[in-house]
Structures are given as C-alpha cells and as structure tokens.
C-alpha cells in the first residue's frame, strides 16, 4: 500500500473533500452586480435601456438593485426606473465634461457597482 502526502492542497473545498467533509453549500459566495449592456457614453438625444443584476456565484439572485446618481445636475441626464425589475433608462439631455456616476447596489449595501458615463455633444 503506498500512502501519498498532499504538499499543496488546491483549495480548502478539495481539503475538505478529501478529509470527507462535504457540504451543500459553497464556501465563499461570489456576489457582483453586472450592467447589460455595458456602455461608458451617450451623445445627447441618446438613451439606452439597460438592466443591473446581482448575481451570486455566477446564477442571477432576485434582489433588488438600486441605483444612485452623482458628479452632474439632474439637468444633464434623465434616469427612469423601468417597471420591469432591475432595468433602466438613461438619456443624455446635455453634454458635460464631468462625467455621471452611477451606484448600483444590491444586498442591504453590501454590493455595490460603480460605472462612469460621459455625456457627449453631437460630433
């Protein structure tokens, strides 16, 4: 019988695994929030309908995400809450050299996405 010695275990799951401790549950959750489409400009009299999800280890969670906008006066941008969970509208009204800053956030805060968007003139 030859008896081997794990110098360096792969991860703490296949530790575990190999020790015979298994679970149901994985041992840290992933948690991002991805925009779709992504875009980083809109050119005034442009809008983009786009949607910001929490996913948790890759499989789309149910929360809510939020999202809160700074850098510019609401007279540079419109942001409209869709009925359809988690989507947006957002339209460039004028341009600006600062950019918008959009907060996305999900799970009490403890999630957040940050994407700056320039708003552009007609050129």
Known sequence: KTNYRLVNP?????????????????????????INPTFSS??????????????????????????????????YYTLVEETEKNTFTLTCDKESLTKLVLTFSADDGLVEKVIEVGLRGDF
């Not at 679970?23 to 991805?34: A, F, G």
């Not at 910001?52 to 700074?70: G, I, P, R």
């Open 42 to 75: 809109l050119v005034v009299g442009d809008s983009i309908t786009f949607s910001a999800n929490l996913y948790e280890n890759s499989v789309l969670a149910d929360d809510v995400v939020t999202c809160v906008v700074s850098g510019l006066d609401n007279s």
């Open 10 to 34: 792969i991860s703490a799951d296949y530790n575990n695994i190999m020790n015979g401790n298994t679970t149901d549950e994985p041992s840290e959750i992933k948690s991002e929030i991805i």
